[in-house]
Nanobody, 115 residues
């Protein structure tokens, strides 16, 4: 099993938007709930959003109404559209299944939100 490949992070001002993308492995994408996680400096990794195979979505309270997760079967990618970004959203963002597979953690993509 290969780690997921995350992309799309960057530096953005508060209130701005970013779209993260994850190239998932075929087996994981077709069988599992997919999710985005994040880890801020000095904090534990936390679940941000998840989406199951039927398209049912769940979000952490801190991002509800601002983030949208989606999955795209044609190219087996999982996206996270982030808007209304806040400095507290600054973190490294990862995608994985939910529950996470320890073999699938990738390098993540850094999101930095400036004031």
């Amino acid at each position: 099993q290969a780690p997921q490949l995350e992309s799309g992070g960057g530096l953005v001002q508060a209130g701005g938007s970013l779209r993260l993308s994850c190239a998932a492995s075929r087996r994981i994408f077709t069988l599992d709930t997919m999710a985005w996680y994040r880890q801020a400096p000095g904090k534990q990794r936390e679940l941000v959003a998840s989406i199951n195979r039927r398209g049912s979505e769940n979000y952490a309270e801190s991002v509800k109404g601002r983030f949208t997760i989606s999955r795209h079967g044609a190219n087996m990618t999982v996206s996270l559209q982030m808007s209304g970004l806040k400095p507290e959203d600054t973190a490294v963002y990862y995608c994985n299944s939910n529950p996470p597979n320890r073999f699938l953690w990738g390098q993540g993509t850094q999101v930095t939100v400036s004031t």
